[in-house]
């Protein structure tokens, strides 16, 4: 085989190595990167849970509670 061949092969495992490299560190900071996100939604649920809006339940109770209201009001 002439030399220019072998220079030709050598330079494309050398690229194809360096790729393959590259490519796994990739793939190594998403998997970091996928942990992070897992935490953020977690943190992101636990934030929509504390603030959702009242419950109906709630909002009847308020409304039982006007004539209360009015008489504090009249009070002052």
Request: glycine share 6%; hydrophobic share 60%.
């Amino acid at each position: 085989m002439p030399a220019v061949a072998w220079v030709t092969l050598a330079a494309a495992a050398l690229i194809i190595g360096l790729t393959a490299v590259a490519l796994v560190r990739v793939i190594i900071r998403l998997r970091a990167v996928a942990g992070t996100l897992e935490a953020l939604t977690g943190g992101v649920e636990s934030i929509a849970e504390r603030t959702r809006p009242v419950p109906p339940r709630l909002m009847s109770v308020n409304a039982n509670l006007a004539p209360v209201r009015e008489w504090a009001e009249d009070v002052r």
